[in-house]
Nanobody, 119 residues
Framework: QVPLVESGGGLVQAGGSLRLSCAAS???????????MGWYRQAPGKQRELVAV???????NYADSVKGRFTISRDNAKNTVSLQMNSLRPEDTAVYFC??????????WGQGTQVTVSS
């Protein structure tokens, strides 16, 4: 198991910024087996969608809707992944979930944190 603990989120006005963080804990073997870490989001009535993902080597991939506004970063020594969200829009309102994917393909999810952007 690789428990994920998320922090950050909250209520912000449009144009504002928020930072989400996620820490992965577990036995050493599990952490060493982590490949990708990322963030997904799910708005009411919509499917969960990828926001951003970062590989163990630092390669990143972003949803088109957040490119240029969000930045994902990762600290392999601390087993953390963060998402800096700038220029937030009301359509960014969703529950944001941290995700880790092991090299075996197994996925783990955080409990989710609410981000609400008011217009």
């Amino acid at each position: 198991q690789v428990p994920l603990v998320e922090s950050g989120g909250g209520l912000v006005q449009a144009g504002g910024s928020l930072r989400l963080s996620c820490a992965a804990s577990g036995n050493i073997f599990s952490i060493a087996a982590i490949a990708d870490m990322g963030w997904y989001r799910q708005a009411p009535g919509k499917q969960r969608e990828l926001v951003a993902v970062i590989s163990s080597g630092g390669s990143t991939n972003y949803a088109d809707s957040v490119k240029g506004r969000f930045t994902i970063s990762r600290d392999n020594a601390k087993n953390t992944v963060s998402l800096q969200m700038n220029s937030l829009r009301p359509e960014d309102t969703a529950v944001y979930f941290c995700n880790t994917r092991l090299r075996s393909g197994i996925n783990f999810w955080g409990q989710g944190t609410q981000v609400t952007v008011s217009s």
